[in-house]
Each structure stands twice: as structure tokens, then as C-alpha cells.
């Protein structure tokens, strides 16, 4: 959806596009936490990345 609030808007299109706003359900937010420690490594991680900068060069 795209909402357009244009220069000079008056009061009342500002309050509708608030009104449309608010209607829209928002988005479950990321757990992060649940993937930490699901990657095991076995080498350095700063080994690995120094090596996948290498293969461009």
C-alpha cells in the first residue's frame, strides 16, 4: 500500500492517511534469539571470512 502525503496537505487528509495507517496490521517481529548457536563452525570465522575475500582477488 502507498500512502502519498503531498507539500500543504490540509489537516483532514493528514488525520485520513493517519486513519489508513493505524488500519494496517503490523508485522510479527524478528526473534533473533531462537538462532543463536544453530550454526556449528569448525574453523575460525574470521578465517573464513578472510579466505572468501581472498577468491576475489
Known amino acids: 500500500m502507498v ?3 503531498n507539500k500543504g496537505a ?3 487528509d493528514i488525520d485520513l492517511i493517519n486513519k489508513k495507517l493505524n488500519q494496517i496490521p503490523s508485522r510479527k517481529k524478528l526473534d533473533a ?6 550454526i556449528k ?3 575460525d570465522p574470521l578465517a573464513i571470512q578472510k579466505k ?5 582477488e
Do not use: A, I
Open 33 to 38: 534469539k531462537k538462532y543463536c548457536g544453530v
Open 41 to 43: 563452525l569448525k574453523e
Open 3 to 5: 500512502l502519498v502525503l
Open 52 to 56: 572468501l575475500r581472498d577468491e576475489w
Open 10 to 12: 490540509s489537516k483532514k
